[in-house]
């Protein structure tokens, strides 16, 4: 029974393989990631938006009360 013969070449192909996979799954992991945190801040700078806005409201009708007492 002849065993296949050990060539370099394909040796070196699979790591050239390998290492463009490896490179391939980071690049997405990058990309995924910068798309959490691209959502993650739209979200935060929305509820300070809106708390603002709250925040507003509140002042107006603590003012008007203020007024319909006096």
Request: aromatic fraction near 6%; glycine fraction near 0%; proline fraction near 1%.
């Amino acid at each position: 029974m002849e065993h296949p013969k050990f060539k370099w070449n394909n040796l070196t192909e699979q790591i050239v393989y390998e290492n463009r996979e490896r490179t391939h799954r980071l690049q997405a992991e990058i990309s995924k990631s910068r798309r959490e945190i691209k959502d993650y801040v739209r979200k935060v700078e929305k509820s300070k938006m809106i708390r603002n806005i709250e925040e507003k409201k509140a002042k107006k009708r603590i003012a008007i009360d203020s007024e319909s007492l006096s």
